[in-house]
């Protein structure tokens, strides 16, 4: 779906040397900022949906010049932040929750027989495929800043620093979101691991 969108957004956006081609830019970070989205939204169809609009958002943005030269020195940090905003503004809303369902409990089984077998084994795929649904779960019980703070340091690596301009907020208010998620996601996934001592 993604493809089709590079495809409709025609033309050249120069704004510095990473962003010549906005198409081919765009395709670059498409994944980065899909599995951004569906990390802070907890669902791949929404996050796919405000993947589009990111891109969008960023190109109406270059297209009337709205981002400023500072922020269009680093296009990766500029469009994390407009996928952040957007992702942030889609859970307040909640108005797309409504579309979401998960599948029923024999539709699931059908799903995980019909998983291809191969390395790692049928057994090690199923158990990181529910360790990983545990930390999604958990991470939906954050509040959305401690989520996106979260994603950012953990999943984009991003200095802290980085995410208090991303979100705007101070590093201290950063940190605090930090160490509250963490606290929170040790918490909830208390019996996946020992701990050390």
């Given at each position: ?19 010549r ?77 409504i ?44 509040s ?35 160490f ?18």
């Amino acid at each position: 779906m993604m493809g089709l969108m590079a495809d409709q957004l025609e033309g050249e956006v120069h704004v510095g040397a990473d962003l010549r081609d906005f198409s081919s830019w765009m395709v670059s970070e498409q994944r980065r900022i899909f599995l951004l989205c569906r990390r802070l939204l907890q669902d791949p169809d929404e996050a796919d949906s405000a993947t589009q609009d990111v891109f969008l958002k960023a190109y109406k943005a270059l297209s009337k010049a709205e981002g400023n030269a500072a922020e269009l020195d680093n296009p990766a940090k500029w469009v994390a932040r407009i996928a952040v905003n957007t992702c942030l503004d889609r859970l307040r809303s909640k108005a797309w929750e409504i579309w979401r369902r998960r599948p029923a409990a024999e539709d699931e089984e059908v799903i995980l027989q019909m998983t291809p077998s191969g390395e790692p084994d049928a057994e090690s795929q199923l158990f990181a495929k529910q360790i990983q649904q545990r930390l999604e779960m958990a991470l939906a019980k954050l509040s959305a800043r401690q989520r996106a703070v979260f994603s950012l340091r953990h999943y984009e690596a991003m200095p802290l620093e980085e995410i208090a301009g991303v979100l705007k907020l101070d590093v201290g208010t950063v940190k605090a979101h930090l160490f509250r998620a963490i606290t929170k996601l040790r918490e909830e996934l208390k019996d996946l691991y020992k701990p050390r001592g």
